[in-house]
């Protein structure tokens, strides 16, 4: 079983960074695949990024080059990194872990934290 705990979230204006972290806890985490979702009021939950096991990443479009995910196996932590913030950023972001090859559908993932609300104001 694997756990996921997230933090970093907060309020933050326009044009402003935050960093977010994820500690994973309960299994061997270099061999998951790790991701940030984020979900905004009225809408579904979809990826903003991806760290496969084989170092490969992916950005959904609305995040890249704005947005860095990276992860630390030694520490069993994901972050994302996330410079030039817009109000559309504002969403809850959740953390998430597969043990297989997981793609963009979150059906594809199996676990899940609770969740870091991300207020960008402008």
């Known amino acids: 079983q694997v756990q996921l705990v997230e933090s970093g979230g907060g309020l933050v204006q326009a044009g402003g960074s935050l960093r977010l972290s994820c500690a994973a806890s309960g299994r061997t985490f270099s061999g998951a695949a790790m991701g940030w979702f984020r979900q905004a009021p009225g809408k579904e939950r979809a990826v903003a990024a991806i760290?496969?096991?084989?170092?490969?990443?992916y950005y959904d479009d609305s995040v890249k080059g704005r947005f860095t995910i990276s992860r630390d196996n030694a520490k069993s932590s994901v972050y994302l990194q996330m410079n030039s913030l817009k109000p559309e950023d504002t969403a809850v972001y959740y953390c998430?872990?597969?043990?297989?090859?997981?793609?963009?559908?979150?059906?594809?993932?199996?676990?899940w934290g609770q969740g870091t609300q991300v207020t960008v104001s402008s």
């Open positions: 760290s496969w096991r084989s170092g490969f990443t």
């Open positions: 998430a872990a597969a043990l297989g090859t997981p793609t963009r559908s979150q059906s594809s993932w199996n676990y």
